[in-house]
């Protein structure tokens, strides 16, 4: 881990911006101590960072349990109630994981996953520009369509308009141009910007911004627009902080199925950033699902026993991880430490970061999410594809995460349905000792993205110096899930030695560069 903290050093400082507000937003938004958002943030970074398999995942609390946790503690009799169920759903999740449930991870189409990113991006985008504009009546993390300040993200960003602030806005344009000229120009000049990563400098210059503007009638920042972490006054203030569970409410029903509720939800979000992640991934790495399943657990235990909200892994701190140049998962960990350093020894530093320039370090995240051109890509995949994904999208940004991600399965199912009426499918593997291991895979008439995690499995399974034969005679109907497996396995294939005959109508190929390129050549059927 410790060989790429040159990489690993920098994108936990950006990792480290992105979590802070949304910790203690998604605590406002969640109706629960400010506190307990930075707990669930640092448990997150350090204990299930170092338990995860995931390279580049990040886990903190989670914006899609805000309002589940919010109803909770109102139904339960208070946050220490609440906390029993947190840690009871963390004994739940390890129960998941010892039961290999992370398998279900593998059956969400990719279609649904690339909207969920999208639509990730799209909503990050919406929320962050009230904020840009230093217009902060709804908390960072509050991702919902319907937002708890009774508006919605359209009427938020409407309202905007009668309540900037110049000063907020002048240093969040400052900070975006100060991302921008460092992600398009600089640190292709020299290596001493990739070390000193853009959203260190913009938070700098921002602080510096607050100081030198605070007499100033028009350009000074409130403290309502400025990032507020508790500042105790001495140690004991400080412990008196955490919150430990009533275990005497332990027998009520409503804990259990709030504890359930928490489980199920977290587990799930989890496994669909699992995914995502997997697939942003640069590197291609497969995240163990239920030894996932596992760290979250534990972490949402320890979690719940000092007083800290529900943790799952997320995507929005993820992909900031993979685009600020993450390799390994000592960046999460240092995350973790940096928000507990942070908020131990300089708390009042923090209280001067304006949250406008940390949504011009969302805004940029949300960008990359997505891009204009995913969605020309998506439409020239074909109605299949193209459909499941725009469904999730809209899902996403007019309802919240679960239910838009709920539709596009819906949708995707429907497709596959379709095609399942018309052709049958099914995997066979023939194994043939000669020498060297080899291995003939035959395809079926019909694959689809149900298919996945077998297939997934089977080339996991392959030892190196192996000799696969692929056949795809008879497939008239190749999911672009399922390509996109051959495609990254080709690249694990190189590490392993192991070489590849893909015999198809069109002849014969060994080793081929690209199997999309391959299959996109493909005749269509009828």
């Known amino acids: 881990m410790f060989k790429n903290l040159k990489n690993d050093l ?109 639509g990730i991006g799209i909503i990050i985008i919406l929320k962050q520009i009230p904020h840009f504009f230093g217009y902060d009546a709804d908390p960072e993390g509050d991702f919902a369509f319907f937002q708890m ?43 001493i910007f990739q070390l000193i990563q853009g959203p260190l400098v913009a938070v700098v210059v921002g602080i510096l911004f607050y100081i030198f503007t605070q007499n100033q009638e028009t350009l000074a920042i409130s403290k309502e627009h400025l990032v507020s972490v508790p500042i105790p006054g001495d140690l004991s203030s400080f412990l008196g902080q955490f919150s430990f569970p009533n275990f005497t409410v332990i027998g009520q029903t409503d804990v259990w199925v709030t504890a359930f509720t928490i489980a199920l939800v977290a587990s799930l979000e989890t496994l669909l950033c699992v995914e995502a992640t997997d697939k942003l991934d640069p590197e291609k790495h497969v995240t163990p699902t239920n030894r996932e399943l596992l760290a979250q657990g534990t972490g949402n235990i320890i979690s719940g026993m000092i007083g800290g909200l529900p943790i799952t892994q997320v995507i929005v701190r993820s992909s900031a991880n993979i685009q600020s140049g993450g390799k390994t998962k000592m960046s999460a960990i240092i995350h973790g430490f940096l928000l507990l350093i942070s908020v131990v020894l300089i708390p009042r530093l923090l209280n001067m970061i304006p949250l406008s320039v940390l ?21 020239t995949l074909g109605w299949k594809q193209f459909l499941p ?135 269509k059927t009828t």
Request: include cysteine; aromatic fraction near 8%.
């Open 389 to 523: 994904f725009t469904v999730t999208v809209v899902g996403i940004v007019f309802t919240d995460l679960l239910i838009g991600i709920g539709l596009g399965l819906l949708v995707g199912i429907g497709v596959i349905l379709i095609k399942s009426y018309q052709n049958s499918h099914f995997l066979h593997i023939e194994n043939v000792d000669d020498g060297r291991h080899r291995v003939k895979m035959t395809l079926a008439e019909e694959v689809t993205f149900f298919n996945k995690g077998a297939i997934l499995k089977e080339l996991d399974r392959l030892p190196e110096e192996t000799y696969l034969t692929l056949d795809v005679r008879k497939t008239r109907y190749l999911d672009n899930d399922i390509i996109e497996i051959l495609e990254d396995f080709s690249e694990k294939a190189k590490n392993k030695n192991i070489d590849i005959k893909l015999i198809s109508e069109r002849g014969i190929i060994e080793n081929p560069d690209s199997f999309i390129q391959f299959f996109k050549l493909r005749p």
């Open 149 to 191: 300040d009774g508006e919605n993200t359209f009427s938020e960003i409407i309202n905007t308009i009668n309540f900037i602030s110049p000063g907020a806005t002048l240093i969040a344009i400052i900070g975006l141009g100060i991302l921008i000229l460092w992600d398009q120009v600089l640190t292709k000049k020299a290596k």
């Open 359 to 379: 949504a011009s370090v969302l805004l940029l995240v949300g960008y990359k999410l997505a891009k204009p051109s995913l969605f020309k890509k998506m439409y």
């Open 10 to 118: 920098p994108a936990s400082i950006v990792v480290f911006f992105v979590a802070l507000p949304l910790c203690l937003g998604i605590a406002l938004a969640s109706g629960a101590p400010l506190f307990s958002g930075l707990i669930a943030g640092i448990v997150g970074g350090i204990i299930v960072g170092a338990l995860s398999g995931s390279k580049i995942g990040v886990s903190g609390p989670a914006a899609g349990l805000a309002a589940i946790v919010l109803s909770s503690i109102a139904a339960l009799g208070g946050y220490q109630n609440f906390l029993v169920a947190v840690v009871l759903g963390g004994i739940i999740q390890l129960l998941f994981g010892i039961l290999k449930a992370g398998i279900i991870g593998y059956y969400f189409p990719s279609s649904v996953i690339k909207g969920m990113l999208t």
